[in-house]
């Protein structure tokens, strides 16, 4: 008896590998889902990782920091920032209109570090790490411009600086040797 062919319908031999076939492709199909959704979370958990570990160096960054932290507002029309050679690490950058917020933001962060030149209440409000808010054409300066400007703020944060580090090796010499200055080859003790 001859199978006949039948159009639309497979031919009954066939059948087996139409499952088998569909059996295969569902298998492939929930691999790719499976395998899809392992790669989405795994970017996912990467992507948590990162944060965590970002957050964890800032903290300990702003745990560690012992001079003044000086928010510098940008241009107000370019948002131009100043490049200060060998200053940049202590100055954060804000839109001239967010100054007094990146002030707030910072001694958030100064405090949830538990930055002990912040936080000490043995210490006096003149030897306490200070947020220092440096707005273009504030105050006094309302008539400057922007070379004016970057002048200024280079000329704040040198003099503020002095006064820092002074306060600092004169309250503990050996500590400052050891933090500010790098020097490892003594023995210091805390007062």
Do not use: C
Not at 49 to 58: G, I, L, P, T
Not at 71 to 96: F, M, Q
Not at 97 to 102: E, G, I, Q, Y
């Amino acid at each position: 008896m001859s199978k006949k062919f039948i159009p639309g319908k497979p031919p009954p031999e066939d059948k087996k590998h139409a499952t088998l076939n569909f059996g295969l492709l569902l298998i492939w199909k929930l691999g790719l889902a499976f395998g899809g959704l392992a790669l989405v979370l795994t970017v996912l958990l990467g992507m948590i990782a990162k944060h965590r570990y970002d957050y964890v160096v800032r903290l300990k960054a702003y745990a560690e920091r012992y001079e003044n932290v000086y928010v510098v507002s940008r241009h107000p029309d370019t948002e131009e920032e100043i490049p200060l050679k060998g200053l940049d690490s202590l100055i954060v950058w804000a839109n001239y209109d967010r100054v007094m917020l990146a002030v707030t933001e910072e001694e958030a962060w100064l405090t949830k570090a538990g930055n002990s030149f912040f936080t000490d209440d043995a210490l006096k409000d003149e030897n306490r790490l200070k947020v220092i808010p440096i707005i273009f054409q504030d105050g006094a300066f309302v008539n400057e411009n922007w070379k004016g400007f970057k002048h200024r703020v280079r000329e704040t944060i040198e003099a503020d600086r002095v006064v820092v580090h002074s306060t600092l090796k004169e309250t503990s010499p050996g500590w400052y040797m050891k933090f500010s200055n790098g020097q490892t080859d003594f023995q210091w003790e805390r007062k």
